[in-house]
């Protein structure tokens, strides 16, 4: 697939998008306090705000591939994007699904570590990295709120191989959809979004296409949920979705 080069206006068919500036301020983005740029105000925003750009990119585009060059630093303001990395043998790990105020892009060297690719249309604010990386040195506050975030990209890595190596199918199923609930503060009046297609969530999950139908339609035949369409579902029973994720 080919990367996007960003872009405000939509792009045609088969076309790149092109980049242009933010036309949003920072202090009005509705994923601010959200954001790694909540540890900035007044002139030093200012500074942030100078550096970004902004990009629309489309569903089933890539951001970047695994191994490109680190260039860019991203926050996802809309939409979804899922990271994920290819073995050798043509298999893919998805590692996590970003929502709005994430940030993404981070290398500790030179080139990407996974690939990037929307789930749905998705707008993001571009930081080139060597600029990004400056403000950092000016400003310490910022420094030390991406810190916070990769201490709990830690957390979460670590909650992912307890995922995958400890729990059953249906905890791993029940986890994931706990756990975006919560994400998205949503549960038993408001929709929680699952955007994804399954073929996604069993390659996050590390299991079968048939195993994640599967158990998502035992979920929703046992009461613990409820799904108005294939892509959102109500969280009917709290308690008995956390006792399925082995967590209550």
Same mark, same amino acid.
């Given at each position: 697939?080919?990367?996007?080069?960003?872009?405000?206006?939509?792009?045609?068919?088969?076309t790149?998008?092109?980049?242009?500036?933010?036309?949003?301020?920072?202090?009005?983005?509705?994923?601010?306090?959200? #954001?790694?740029?909540? /540890?900035? $105000?007044?002139?030093?925003?200012?500074? *942030?705000?100078?550096?970004?750009? &902004?990009? @629309?990119?489309?569903?089933?585009?890539?951001?970047?591939?695994e191994?490109?060059?680190?260039?860019?630093?991203f926050?996802?303001?809309?939409g979804?994007?899922?990271?994920?990395?290819?073995?050798p043998d043509?298999?893919?790990?998805?590692?996590?699904?970003?929502?709005?105020?994430?940030?993404?892009?981070?290398?500790?060297?030179?080139?990407?570590?996974?690939s990037?690719?929307a789930?749905?249309?998705?707008?993001?604010?571009?930081?080139p990295?060597?600029?990004?990386?400056?403000?950092?040195?000016?400003h310490?506050?910022?420094?030390?709120?991406?810190?916070?975030?990769? #201490?709990?990209?830690? /957390?979460? $890595?670590?909650?992912?191989?307890?995922? *995958?190596?400890?729990?059953?199918? &249906?905890? @791993?199923?029940?986890?994931f959809?706990?756990?975006?609930?919560?994400?998205?503060?949503?549960?038993?009046?408001?929709?929680?979004?699952?955007?994804?297609?399954?073929?996604?969530?069993?390659?996050?999950l590390?299991?079968?296409?048939?195993?994640?139908?599967?158990?998502?339609?035992?979920?929703?035949a046992?009461g613990?949920?409820?799904?108005?369409?294939?892509?959102?579902?109500?969280?009917?029973?709290?308690?008995?979705?956390?006792?399925?994720a082995?967590?209550?």
């Amino acid at each position: 697939m080919r990367r996007a080069e960003g872009a405000v206006e939509p792009a045609e068919q088969g076309t790149a998008p092109r980049v242009g500036p933010c036309g949003v301020l920072c202090e009005d983005c509705r994923v601010r306090t959200i #954001s790694v740029c909540r /540890a900035l $105000a007044g002139p030093a925003l200012d500074e *942030l705000e100078a550096i970004t750009l &902004r990009i @629309r990119l489309p569903a089933g585009r890539n951001l970047f591939d695994e191994g490109d060059p680190a260039e860019s630093l991203f926050t996802l303001t809309e939409g979804m994007i899922k990271v994920f990395k290819m073995l050798p043998d043509g298999r893919r790990q998805i590692t996590g699904f970003l929502l709005p105020g994430d940030f993404l892009g981070l290398a500790f060297f030179r080139s990407y570590a996974y690939s990037a690719e929307a789930v749905t249309d998705a707008l993001l604010c571009r930081f080139p990295r060597d600029r990004f990386m400056a403000l950092l040195e000016r400003h310490p506050a910022l420094e030390k709120e991406l810190l916070s975030r990769a #201490s709990s990209e830690l /957390a979460a $890595a670590q909650e992912q191989m307890l995922l *995958l190596g400890r729990k059953s199918a &249906r905890e @791993r199923v029940a986890s994931f959809l706990l756990g975006l609930a919560r994400r998205q503060g949503a549960g038993s009046t408001k929709p929680v979004a699952l955007p994804m297609s399954r073929w996604d969530i069993a390659d996050y999950l590390g299991l079968t296409v048939e195993t994640v139908s599967r158990e998502i339609q035992a979920a929703k035949a046992s009461g613990v949920i409820a799904m108005p369409d294939r892509h959102h579902f109500l969280v009917v029973d709290p308690r008995r979705l956390a006792a399925a994720a082995a967590l209550g």
